[in-house]
């Protein structure tokens, strides 16, 4: 009634009272709705600001612990006389880096420093729930050489051990990949947690010259191991391998030596070339110690492999887990196999590539290069301090 009288004193018909009310109506809901977006979206910028503060300080949290067991690390292996002084130098010292690292970067849960990047396989969720953190370390030892004296088999047999983790492949960081820099190295390295080696093998870095200046600054502490055989039948093995990968292959004796002749050595032919071994010892002799060198015999890892992994692991400063019964002599192969663990299953014999059957060799051409290594052999044993007894 009201209303009407309103509407009467202002003169209004019922036609104009609808406009008027639907107008006002449409007003309160975009009022209504604006005030609303506004009020999500302030709150939906201070959900993320939370966020970000979470994630910063659980980065923080992740790279101080990171820090301490990496600390921790390098004060055990100091302690075994492995120090990693020199490590300092490698892009794993840039930690600040991390800090500035995006939100993507971390929401991977990634510490950018590279000390510890964090796996998230059930393997590693198992290891970290029982308080360890497996990570990414550059490599203690390494496997430096000599092609074809049997590097694989010294690399399947000391892995059996708990404490030895190796990458998988050749990574052939000081030769090929050096410009990669160190991030790149550390990231092909297995995971290990506290207490464990880790170990890469690329027979190559022997006799490539710029790499014992490459390890040293590296780490200084890094220990070396080289497989040796005798230099004539290596170079025979080092053929072979070359032979089965091309078909039309001069002869071995055909290489060897110059002009077709036995009585010039083609030092300049690889196969030949490698077999010099004192050479390049001396070279490696210039950056490292003889202490932080194991020299082990390629006869002997053949004919006794548990001898000479107990010497690895004593060099290593490990117990010594692997032994006797962890190798068999597998007639078929001719070579000795191994059990992947001391109950004996799991029988395993290194790959077809391994343990070939070499060409027959002119008896001449193989004593003349036996006299060419001689001088050479000898002066190897007086580096090393051991006698291979090398015919
Ligand atoms: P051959 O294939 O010429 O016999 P590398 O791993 O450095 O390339 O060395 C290969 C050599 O390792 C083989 O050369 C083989 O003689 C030797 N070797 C040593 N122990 C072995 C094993 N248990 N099984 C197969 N080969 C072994």
Redesign the pocket.
């Given at each position: 009634m009201y209303v009407s009288i309103w509407c009467h004193s202002l003169n209004l018909s019922s036609r104009s009272l609808a406009i008027v009310l639907v107008v006002c109506v449409t007003l309160v809901y975009f009022s209504y709705s604006f005030n609303a977006c506004l009020l999500a979206s302030i709150s939906r910028t201070l959900q993320q600001q939370s966020n970000l503060r979470n994630l910063l300080t659980l980065q923080q949290r992740n790279a101080s612990s990171a820090a301490e067991a990496n600390r921790v690390t390098n004060t055990s292996r100091s302690a075994n006389g492995n120090s990693n002084s020199s490590t300092s130098a490698s892009p794993s010292s840039n930690s600040s880096s991390s800090s500035s690292s995006s939100t993507t970067a971390l929401l991977n849960s990634t510490v950018s420093n590279g000390v510890a990047s964090v796996d998230g396989a059930p393997k590693y969720q198992m290891l970290r729930q029982q308080g360890l953190r497996p990570s990414r370390h550059l490599p203690d030892t390494l496997i430096i050489g000599v092609?074809?004296?049997?590097?694989?088999?010294l690399l399947e047999f000391i892995r059996l051990h708990p404490d030895v983790r190796a990458a998988g492949s050749e990574v052939h960081f000081f030769d090929r990949h050096y410009q990669r820099g160190l991030r790149w190295y550390r990231h092909h390295m297995p995971y290990t947690i506290e207490g464990q080696i880790t170990m890469e093998k690329t027979?190559s870095y022997f006799v490539t010259k710029e790499v014992p200046q490459r390890v040293y600054h590296m780490n200084t502490a890094t220990k070396l191991l080289i497989?040796v055989r005798d230099p004539v039948t290596r170079a025979i093995?080092d053929y072979?391998q070359a032979a089965s990968k091309k078909a039309d292959m001069k002869r071995f004796e055909q290489l060897a030596f110059v002009n077709g002749s036995y009585s010039v050595v083609d030092t300049n032919w690889g196969p030949v070339k490698i077999g010099v071994y004192a050479r390049y010892l001396e070279h490696w002799l210039l950056y490292f110690p003889l202490s932080q060198l194991l020299f082990i015999s390629?006869e002997r890892?053949?004919m006794d492999?548990a001898y000479e992994i107990g010497r690895v692991q004593d060099f290593l400063g490990l117990k010594r887990v692997v032994t006797e019964k962890h190798f068999y002599f597998n007639a078929t192969?001719g070579?000795?196999?191994l059990f992947k663990s001391e109950a004996r299953s799991t029988p395993h014999?290194?790959g077809k590539?391994?343990?070939?059957n070499?060409p027959h060799i002119d008896a001449n051409a193989i004593e003349r290069l036996r006299e060419f290594y001689r001088p050479f052999n000898n002066k190897f044993y007086q580096l090393t301090g051991i006698n291979f007894a090398w015919p």
């Open positions: 092609k074809k004296s049997g590097t694989r088999a027979p497989v093995s072979t390629g890892l053949i492999p192969k070579f000795p196999c014999c290194l590539t391994k343990g070939r070499h």
